[in-house]
């Protein structure tokens, strides 16, 4: 804890100490909470591809009261590997020259592809995604058609500014891009080797990503290996307008949405999300019941946050009277009520209240101008 600052009184004999505020707020994070370094790595557990795990009870709900969220125990089928590279090192960079850093996707018993994230970490917009290149999407169903995006990659144009530079309990943002691919349908017909795909055929598509979020809830989270630790949560909902150019450009194919939540925590970044299934008829419910994806970190080397200075009491002061000493002090934002303590030895860690807490800006004690009356050390508390 900080050394509080001393105000001492030119006689010498008198002491007010202002220590920093104790209260359970919000926490809020900024760049420097999220990996965007080369080098930086996490691990985390998740369901298999294509399984779905029941979440009932588990995702809270958005208040304006912090609660506690327990993700210690949760499927391990796969463990995902994530690892932050410079760009350049990066062959796949090549379709996406405003990215600086890569983010690479890797399943830990290579049963699935790699799969990459090109993102600009700029100080004043946060993370900007340039696209994304995935071999999994070889074979997707969206809409209830199965399909394959060739080539398997997105570039955005504009580029997604998906997480702001800071973020906050109370905060929204909305994150919208366009990316277009070949569709790769299949008519079920059957096929015929490889002059006759039995049916395939491609048709231009074009895909507008349209994210909107909110902090809609803060507390504690826990998780398995990494522990616990202060977290806000965000509530995210995206749909994805599908279009398809059958000669005439593009035409409306569909829409399907997603509710995405992510827990992040300072010097952890995001360490839980849970994402429904997909639907068509409209945007998943809040509490929905089944998530298609449920992630946990468990492993990083990122550093651990550096704790902000405590905040303070300041403008302390002191005035001897025949009535004694009148200590104030400038009042603070987040505070309801302040504690006046007392003490005779500092080293002695026996402090004790003088009267009830009050919600004024001074205190005046009677007896410190009392003959007889010891030296007295005083501190002033801030109560949430």
Same mark, same amino acid.
């Given at each position: @804890? ?19 505020? @104790?209260?359970q707020?919000p ?16 691990? !985390?557990?998740?369901?298999?591809p ?5 979440? #009932?009870?588990? /995702? ?12 210690? /125990? $949760? ?10 590279? +410079? ?13 600086t ?9 290579? !049963? ?10 700029? %100080? ?9 290149y995935?071999?999994? /999407?070889? =074979? ?10 060739? &080539? ?23 994150? @919208? ?11 079920? #017909? ?8 039995? $049916? ?7 895909t ?8 809609? +809830? ?6 398995p290996?990494?522990?616990? $630790?202060?977290c ?47 639907q ?16 946990? @970190?468990?492993?990083t080397?990122?550093?651990? %946050? ?29 505070? =309801?009520?302040?504690?006046?303590e007392?003490?005779?030895? &500092? =080293?002695?860690?026996?402090?004790? =209240?003088? $009267? ?27 109560l949430?």
């Amino acid at each position: @804890m900080k050394t509080p600052n001393l105000i001492r009184r030119s006689s010498g004999w008198l002491v007010l100490a202002g220590l920093p505020v @104790m209260a359970q707020e919000p926490v809020t994070l900024t760049a420097s909470d999220f990996f965007n370094q080369p080098g930086q790595y996490f691990r !985390a557990y998740a369901n298999a591809p294509q399984t779905t795990v029941d979440v #009932s009870g588990l /995702l809270g709900e958005a208040s304006n009261q912090p609660q506690a969220w327990n993700f210690v /125990l $949760g499927p391990r089928d796969v463990v995902y590997r994530f690892d932050y590279l +410079a760009a350049g090192e990066v062959p796949e960079s090549a379709d996406f020259p405003g990215a600086t850093l890569a983010e690479r996707k890797s399943d830990e018993s290579g !049963a699935q592809a790699a799969a990459w994230l090109f993102f600009t970490q700029d %100080p004043s917009r946060g993370r900007v995604v340039q696209g994304f290149y995935d071999p999994g /999407l070889g =074979a997707v169903s969206l809409l209830g058609v199965r399909f394959r995006l060739e &080539p398997p990659a997105g570039v955005f144009r504009p580029p997604l500014q998906d997480f702001p530079a800071t973020i906050s309990y109370g905060d929204t943002w909305t994150a @919208m891009t366009v990316y277009t691919n070949l569709l790769t349908l299949d008519d079920g #017909s059957g096929g015929g080797g490889d002059e006759d795909p039995g $049916g395939a055929f491609d048709l231009p598509q074009q895909t507008t990503y349209t994210a909107t979020a909110r902090v809609d +809830a803060f507390g504690v989270v826990n998780c398995p290996g990494i522990g616990f $630790g202060p977290c806000l949560r965000i509530n995210e909902l995206v749909q994805y307008d599908l279009a398809v150019d059958l000669g005439n450009g593009f035409e409306n194919f569909g829409t399907a949405y997603v509710r995405n939540y992510y827990w992040v925590r300072p010097g952890r970044g995001i360490v839980v999300q849970i994402t429904s299934e997909q639907q068509q008829t409209g945007p998943p419910p809040e509490n929905f019941p089944t998530a298609a994806v449920v992630l946990r @970190m468990f492993e990083t080397n990122h550093p651990d %946050p550096q704790p902000p200075p405590p905040p303070r009491i300041e403008g302390l002061t002191i005035t001897l009277g025949p009535q004694g000493a009148l200590l104030s002090w400038n009042k603070r934002s987040g505070i =309801a009520s302040y504690r006046v303590e007392y003490t005779t030895n &500092p =080293a002695a860690n026996d402090w004790q =209240a003088l $009267g009830a807490p009050t919600t004024a800006n001074f205190f005046i004690d009677a007896a410190a101008n009392t003959p007889g009356v010891p030296v007295r050390f005083y501190r002033v508390v801030g109560l949430p």
